[in-house]
Antibody, heavy 120, light 111 residues
Framework: QAQLVESGGGVVQPGTSLRLSCAAS????RNWGMHWVRQAPGKGLE????????????FYIDSVKGRFTISRDNSKNTVHLQMNSLRAEDTAIYYC?????????????WGQGTLVTVSS | QSVLTQPPSVSGAPGQRVTISCTGS?????????VHWYQQLPGTAPKLLIF???NRPSGVPDRFSGSKSGTSASLAITGLQAEDEADYYC???????????FGGGTKVTVL
């Protein structure tokens, strides 16, 4: 059974940085694209970023381009989200999700999420 | 404002049938990319409910069904149960944005 466990969330001030991690187990990690999806308090889901199985392609939502970087280490079965220049509007639960590419893609496994709060 | 449009809420009595609509555009569902649905129970992570427009993952009751036509999709729940009270999200891929998009979510209330 696939399992994803996020870590690294916390309370930070605007303009600072945070690095989220997602540890994967129960499946062949290097074969799968991985995503980050976030959910602001009381709000809906928002896709943030994807990294392809080999790490060679990465895509981001416009609001985080140039500030966030997704990366992966296939030797350690982990995916990261480096978040710089954080803003109040980045406050959210950040979920790591495994993506299945099929006429677009969807997310079949999700982690429990890690909360990021950006506040002065 | 979400790229995919869902009603904020729907409700029904136990045993009834409810449907949730999801409306997109020519750059996502009309492209035509598939639509997928997720159930999020209070305080938990989303769970895949329907993939590829009308397919249920193993373990999802057949009370849940999906359909898609053009730029619109819908999720139907038949025989509504108290445990179905949750938020439901549709999701697709948008070629103009080069990324995934979600609907704003629909809260299902069991009366």
């Amino acid at each position: 059974q696939a399992q994803l466990v996020e870590s690294g969330g916390g309370v930070v001030q605007p303009g600072t940085s945070l690095r989220l991690s997602c540890a994967a187990s129960g499946f062949t990690f290097r074969n799968w694209g991985m995503h980050w999806v976030r959910q602001a308090p009381g709000k809906g889901l928002e896709w943030v970023a994807v990294i392809w199985f080999d790490g060679n392609n990465k895509f981001y939502i416009d609001s985080v381009k140039g500030r966030f970087t997704i990366s992966r280490d296939n030797s350690k079965n982990t995916v990261h989200l480096q978040m710089n220049s954080l803003r109040a509007e980045d406050t959210a639960i950040y979920y790591c999700a495994r993506g299945i590419a099929a006429n677009g893609y969807y997310f079949d496994y999700w982690g429990q999420g890690t909360l990021v709060t950006v506040s002065s | 404002q979400s790229v995919l449009t869902q009603p904020p809420s729907v409700s029904g009595a136990p045993g009834q049938r409810v449907t949730i609509s999801c409306t997109g555009s020519s750059s996502n569902m009309g492209a035509p990319y598939d639509v997928h649905w997720y159930q999020q129970l209070p305080g938990t992570a989303p769970k895949l409910l329907i993939f590829g427009n009308n397919n249920r993952p193993s373990g999802v009751p057949d009370r849940f069904s999906g359909s898609k036509s053009g730029t619109s999709a819908s999720l139907a729940i038949t025989g509504l149960q108290a445990e179905d009270e949750a938020d439901y999200y549709c999701q697709s891929y948008d070629r103009s944005l080069s990324g995934s998009v979600f609907g704003g979510g629909t809260k299902v209330t069991v009366l």
